[in-house]
T-cell receptor
């Protein structure tokens, strides 16, 4: 079983839609949960970071972690064409451990 | 503040050759990690260096190696290149115990 599984894509939504992106993980030792966004021809950039279960909101983005279900989500409200990118979930067990990524999902927001 | 700089941006090599990629982290960042990104496998961890010591290592063959210098700059080397090594190689830096990484734009390696 892979350490991190991410819903396959691609995903295409109309502008203004609410987008839900999801990942599951297998190891309950994971403590740090992140979402990265990667535009074409660029490296991934950190979008959201959470440490514990619960929700964290930043503008139109909400990251949700459910440690009991080993499930993490990213919600994008009022999606914009500029949100079109590949989104990757990432997790790590401790501050000094490696960062493990999901495969990523490509999101396209249609004007 | 300068970001993570990777050189070169693009590289074409022949099977059997070796290649060295360079990464300059953000000033003050002492941890440097390397990842290989391919459409089929996504981002796969190669190794991480902290204060010139390898702290973590992924499941890649010994042909993949790296090092970190005293100024935190890092290089990775791939010897005896294979066609399957064609990928985007990403370097990321972080503070000593930062939760997330800042990535460079990568080096696109094509092996022919």
């Amino acid at each position: 079983q892979k350490e991190v599984e991410q819903d396959p894509g691609p995903l295409s939504v109309p502008e203004g839609a609410i987008v839900s992106l999801n990942c599951t993980y297998s190891n309950s030792a994971f403590q740090y949960f992140m979402w990265y966004r990667q535009y074409s021809r660029k490296g991934p950039e950190l979008l959201m970071y959470t440490y514990s279960s619960g929700n964290k909101e930043d503008g139109r983005f909400t990251a949700q972690v459910d440690k009991s279900s080993k499930y993490i989500s990213l919600f994008i409200r009022d999606s914009q064409p500029s949100d079109s990118a590949t989104y990757l979930c990432a997790i790590r067990a401790g501050a000094n451990s490696k960062l493990t990524f999901g495969k990523g999902i490509t999101l396209s927001v249609r004007p | 503040k300068a970001g993570v700089t990777q050189t070169p941006r693009y590289l074409i090599k022949t099977r059997g050759q070796q290649v060295t990629l360079s990464c300059s982290p953000i000033s003050g960042h002492r941890s440097v990690s390397w990842y290989q990104q391919t459409p089929g496998q996504g981002l796969q961890f190669l190794f991480e260096y902290f204060s010139e010591t390898q702290r973590n290592k992924g499941n890649f063959p010994g042909r993949f190696s790296g090092r970190q210098f005293s100024n935190s700059r890092s290089e990775m080397n791939v010897s005896t290149l294979e066609l399957g090594d064609s990928a985007l190689y990403l370097c990321a830096s972080s503070l000593a115990q930062g939760p997330g990484y800042t990535f460079g734009s990568g080096t696109r390696l094509t092996v022919v």
